[in-house]
C-alpha cells in the first residue's frame, strides 16, 4: 500500500509544486496585525487542502489568528499520531533585500545548482505543512491512512504561540494522542537527513526607556538632559561580559550541561567552523570559551538583540534627543533553564542597572522552555526508518538552536513527546530574505511524511 | 527714520505672517536627498523677497543646496553688515506627533498662553531669516538702509554646512564685511530677551557595524554568529563612564574651564532646575558630577546617541539577527577642543573597543569647533540697544548649547565676528515635533532687525 502512496505523490511533483505556491503567495504575517486578514485567509486555504482529503475539518477560534483542526475517522486500537505545523510566517523585512517579492514564490536555482522554490514560509512552516497535506491525500486517495490522523495548523508559532497553549488546554480530549509528529526543523547538510532531538526554549522582551516628554535638540539640551539611548546601550551592554557570558544573576544555574557522549557524537557530524565563517562571511564565531560552534548553537543559552529602534533613521544627521528608545531582545534556553525565572531575573537586572532620569518598560512577546526527546522513544527508530524512504539515506540525531513553543505544552497537556522530522536544509535562509525550500526536499519531505503514517501504524 | 521704518512693520504684522506661512510650506528638508528640489524651491522663495526688497540677488550653487546672496548699493565708509541665515530645516519625523502637519504652518495658542505659529523651521531658522527680511523690506521702503548689507542665506546648516566653508573661501571678496548678524539662537526665556556670545561645537559620526552576510535567525545561528547589535551596544556604552564622562582619550584635553565669573554670572540667571525637570518630564538631570544643569548645556562637551537602526523594528516578535546596526553619534564641543582631533580619537577609540566578528565603518557627517564672541566686541553694545528698541527690555548675555558649524568659517576667512541676536524662546521645540515661533517674538524680532541696522550704521 505505501508503495501505491508513493507511486502518487512522485507522479505529482508539478501539482504539489503549483499547490505550494499558492500557500506561499498568502502573506501570513502573525506579527502585524495589518495581515490578520491574510492569516485567516491562509487558515481558510489549508482547511480547504484537508477537505479535499476527505478529513473533518474545524476552523476554531483561539482569541488570536484561528486554528485549523481536522481528522479523519478514528478506529479503536489504531495509534493516533497528531500533525502539527503552522501556516502563519515571519514579517518579510528588509524587503530590498529580497531577489524576487517575498510573496510572490518563484522557482530558480540555488547557489549550491539545485532548484528551489523562493518566498517567505517556502520551508518555515509552509512548505513542510504542504509535505503532510500531500501525504495524507495520497493516502486518503489509496483507502485511507493507516493511523488515527489529528492535524493542528496553527496561525501563531512565529509570535510565540501565545493563544495555543489555553487551546491544547480546552480541547485536551479533542488532541488526544500517541505522538506528536513536527516537520518545522531541517537535515544537518544537503545529503544528511536528521531527526532533531531537542530545541531551545526562548524568552522574548522588549525594553522601552522613556526620557524627556518630547524630542529635544541634543545641541540645546545634550548634556542635562537625558538621552534614553545613551541609558538602553548601556543596560543592553549589561546583559554580557567580555567573554560572551550572560550576566543577568542566576542565567546558568539550572543549565543542563552537555555530556561527554553528546561531545563525542556532534564533533562527528560534518561540520566545519571555517566553512561555517565563510557562508556566513564572517572573520570569527562568538560564544562562550571552552565551547564549539555547534556546542553553543545546540546546547548553551543566549542573549540576542533581535531589533532597536530609536531618534532619527535617515539618511545624513538629525541633532535629536529621542523620547524614547526600544529594543527587542530574546534568550535562547537549554534545558533545565526556567523561563518565567529566566524572565524575572531579566527584568530584576534592567531594573537594578537603570540610572535617574528615565523610566523603563516590558514588553512580554512571549517565552517557552527548551524540549528534549526521550533517547528511547519509539518513535525515534520509526521516523528513522520512514526519512530513509523519503530520502534514500538514514537520518542523524541532531539538535537545533530555533524554538517550538508548543511542544512543552503537548508534553504537560497530552502527555506526548515529539518527533522533529525536518525537511529543510541548514542554509534555507529562515527568517531572513531569499527563503527557500529545495525542491527535491519538498519531494522526499512528502515521501517521507507518507511513510512516517505506515511506520507509525505499527505501534 | 527708525521711527518710519519701525512703525511700517507695526503695520505689517499679518504680511509678515502670511509670508511666514508661505515660507514654512515648503518641506526644505536639507538631509533628505527625496527633499532637494524643495530646498531649490525654497532659495528661490527667499531670492524673490530680497529682490521685492529691491536688493541685487543671487542664486549661487554650493555643489549641495544652493545658497541666497543678496546686497544693497554698498557706499564707501560705511560699516558693512552680513547677515547669515538658513533656510533649510530638520527632517520632520517623527510626523505622528505633529498636532498638526509639520509642513502645514498653522497658528494656535501656546500652553504659555501666546500665540504661535507652528511648523518645522518656524523657528529654526525660516521665522529668523523673516524677521531680517521684513526688517531689509522696511527700510528699502523707507529710503534705503543705512549700512553696506549682504545677505547669505544657505541650505545646509541643518547638515553641517558641507559646502558653505568652501563658498566662503572663494566669494571672500564678495562677502568682506566689518561684523556678521546671525538670529539662530533664542532668548533666555519668555521676558528675557538675550545676547549669545558663545556656541558649542559639533563632531556627528554614524557608526556602522557590519556582521554576518544576510539576515539569521537568532535560534538556529544564535550563540555563534555575530550580532552587530550586540557589538553595537558595548561600543557605544564604551563611550561614556558611570559618572557621565566621556571616555574617549583625550577628550577633555582642551577644555577651557568655566570661569569663577562666568558661573557667578550664570547662577544669577532665572533657571529653576526643577521647573527645568518639568518641563522635559523626568525626575532627574544628567551631566558630570560638580555642573549645573546651565553649566553643563552651555561650557561641557557630550556625547550623544541620536539614531539607532538595527533588526526588526515593527510590532511583535521577529528572531532575528541582523546583518548590520548602525548608530548616529554626536558629540557637542566647548572651546578649544579641536574636532578633528576628538573624530580621529573617536575613531580610534571605537576601532580599538570591536572584537573579531564584526566590521566597523564610519559615515562622517559634520564637523564644527566651538565659538566665543570677543567679550569687548563693539557691536555687543549695539545689539543690546537693538534688542532693547525691539523688545522693550535689555538683553540678558547667555550662551547657547547649540552650534552654528560657520561661524569659525567666518572668523577664519573673512576675520570677523558674529553677533546672535536670536528671537527664539527655550519651549519652541526646535528640532522636535510642533516647533513654533511666539507671534509676538516674530513681530519683536523685526522690530530689532530694523533697529540693529540703525545701531551698527554708527560704527
Known sequence: MLNDVLTTIDGRRDQTLALLKDFLSIPSVSANPANAPDCRRC????ADQLKFAMLDVSIMETGGHPCVVAKNKHVPGRPTVLVYGHYDVQPPEPLDLWTTPAFEPT??????????????GA????????????AITAWQAHGGLPV?????????????????EQFVRQH????????C???DTNQFARGYPAITTGTRGLVYQEIIVKGPNRDLHSGLFGGAAPNPANVLVALLASLRDENGRVTVPGFYDDVVAIT???RTAWKLLPFSEPDYRKDLGVDATIGEAGYTAQEQMWARPTCDINGITYGYQGPGAKTVIGAQASAKVSFRLVANQDPIKIREAFYHHIRSHSPAGVTIEFLDHGVAPAYLVPPNHPGLPAASRAIETGFGKAPTLIRSGGSIPIVSTFKKELGIDCLFVGFGLPDDAVHSPNEKFDLDCLHAGCRTAAALFAELSRG
Open 43 to 46: 487558515a481558510h486555504w489549508v
Open 107 to 120: 522557482v530558480r536555482e540555488t547557489p549550491a545548482g539545485t532548484q528551489a522554490i523562493y518566498a517567505r
Open 123 to 134: 520551508v518555515d512552516d509552509k512548505g513542510q505543512v504542504l509535505c503532510h497535506i500531500e
Open 148 to 164: 488515527n490522523l489529528t492535524v493542528l495548523i496553527e496561525g501563531e508559532e512565529e509570535v510565540g504561540s501565545a493563544h495555543l
Open 172 to 179: 485536551r480530549t479533542a488532541l488526544k494522542a500517541d505522538v
Open 181 to 183: 509528529v513536527i516537520s
Open 260 to 262: 561527554p557522549e553528546e
